[in-house]
């Protein structure tokens, strides 16, 4: 998801805006940090094991798996893990893995990452390009870890390691937790319906991290909601089928597919405030299969996206109206409209995140940090993890790391060309910076929460 170099953009944008890290509501801690210090000794274990963690990076890239297929990425996961001492659990939520570590008495702190990839054909010309196809819907079909889900993992791995060598530092209980089928929004339902907050310790703090397309080795800390909630609906209009040349006989569910795409957008201009955000987006209309039969049915797929929960039910609660009043225009049985998937907005704790970024800034330097006030709107994609934060882990962040070579993003500039994005697929982050920046992050994090 594209979350950093959106939040950024919007930031450069806002005029006027002076945000001192001394304005922001700060979490207490139970004893300092010195942030330089600690980069310091994660960056010395990063010298160590740097190697292993690109290694790792480039099999996983090569060998990318959908979601609840990721039997092969789980299963090396889980062997890492392991290797390190954590106590691992596999099979949460069907392809899931928890990996537990006690190191005494303090806070439980969850790290989670993503295993699954994108049915998508790569296109980068990498010399460790993913040429892997796996059965997809009974279709064999390439796949790609075009969402950057490779260097979450291999940060992931990073930042396990760099916590363990760094023990003395910290005190409670790491929960990291591979998460399958992030894209299909299903995975985080699955591991929470199987038990992870209560056949595992459940979390005080919960910590994320998503790669996009600014500068590699940036951060960004927004406060408040960073993605979109997402819901899928599929509208079926019932119709009766005729003969092309007959169509007074017919009920024709295609032009009330076409009605419904043109009215629904109203619940947009004219029902929504103008100043919150919200999308109806029409991207599937299957319907008939020949030019001179009229259909039974035709079947439309929506995606909605909103932040405010109000702007949800507005948008949902108006798709349900606007294809039963077509229906009914056209003297139509009552259509089909059903919520398939969900999952609201990411929303980060606006007094952790800061401090956080205070953390971040001191440490990795005020220019390779941004920090986005909650006045501020979020990135447009989504994001499942939301479903952990709701399960009850109310002080969370979700960080952004960019992954893009800087030299190429100035090519392309110049050029007048559009920079690769995640899902796209010559999406292609930049390794090691990226990775790094990744494992810094997020084991700055826990050590902002859990440190002695």
């Avoid at 959106?6 to 001192?20: F, S, V």
């Avoid at 405030?273 to 209309?285: E, L, R, S, Y």
């Avoid at 109000?310 to 609660?317: A, E, G, P, T, Y």
């Avoid at 704790?349 to 205070?358: I, R, V």
């Amino acid at each position: 998801m594209a979350f950093t170099h959106t939040l950024r953009r919007r930031l450069a944008r806002a005029t006027g805006l002076a945000l001192t890290l001394a304005a922001v509501p700060q979490v207490a801690q139970a004893a300092p940090l010195d942030p330089v210090a600690a980069r310091a000794a994660i960056d010395a274990q990063l010298a160590k094991i740097y190697p292993s963690l690109d290694a790792l990076y480039k099999d996983l890239h090569q060998h990318p798996e959908v979601g609840f297929q990721e039997t092969r990425t789980a299963a090396l996961l889980a062997a890492r893990m392991r290797a390190l001492g954590f106590t691992v659990t596999e099979h949460v939520g069907q392809t899931g893995i928890v990996a537990v570590y006690r190191n005494g008495d303090g806070p439980v702190v969850l790290v989670r990452t993503e295993l699954d990839a994108l049915p998508l054909e790569e296109k980068t010309g990498l010399p460790y390009a993913s040429h892997a196809q796996q059965t997809i819907d009974g279709k064999l079909t390439p796949t790609d870890h075009a969402c950057g889900h490779d260097s979450h993992m291999a940060w992931w791995v990073g930042t396990a390691q760099t916590l363990l060598a760094l023990k003395d530092k910290w005190h409670g209980t790491l929960v990291f937790i591979g998460q399958p089928a992030e894209e299909k929004a299903g995975g985080a339902k699955a591991m929470l319906a199987d038990g992870l907050f209560t056949r595992f310790p459940k979390p005080d703090y919960a910590f994320a991290a998503h790669v996009g397309p600014d500068v590699a080795g940036h951060v960004t800390v927004k406060q408040g909601a960073v993605s979109s909630a997402s819901d899928s609906v599929i509208v079926t209009f019932h119709g009766q089928g005729a003969h092309g040349s007959m169509p007074d006989k017919s009920i024709d569910p295609i032009v009330m597919g076409a009605h419904f795409v043109d009215d629904v957008q109203t619940v947009i201009s004219r029902q929504k405030d103008p100043q919150k955000f919200g999308v109806i987006t029409v991207g599937a209309f299957n319907a008939g299969f020949v030019p001179n039969i009229i259909p039974d049915t035709a079947v439309l797929k929506l995606t909605l996206r909103s932040y405010d929960p109000d702007v949800r039910k507005l948008l949902l609660d108006g798709v349900g109206i606007t294809a039963r009043a077509v229906a009914s225009m056209a003297r139509a049985p009552e259509p089909g409209v059903d919520h398939t998937e969900a999952t609201a907005s990411v929303v980060n704790d606006p007094a952790l995140a800061g401090q956080l970024a205070g953390i971040l800034k001191t440490a990795l330097g005020e220019n390779q940090v941004a920090l986005v006030p909650a006045m501020m709107p979020g990135g447009t994609a989504s994001e499942d993890y939301s479903e952990y934060v709701n399960a009850g882990v109310s002080k969370s962040v979700f960080f952004g790391v960019g992954g893009s070579d800087p030299a190429m993003l100035a090519r392309l500039k110049a050029e007048g060309k559009p920079v690769p994005v995640n899902h796209s697929p010559f999406f292609a982050p930049q390794p090691e910076p990226t990775i790094r920046a990744g494992v810094e992050t997020l084991t700055l994090a826990v050590l902002g929460v859990a440190g002695n």
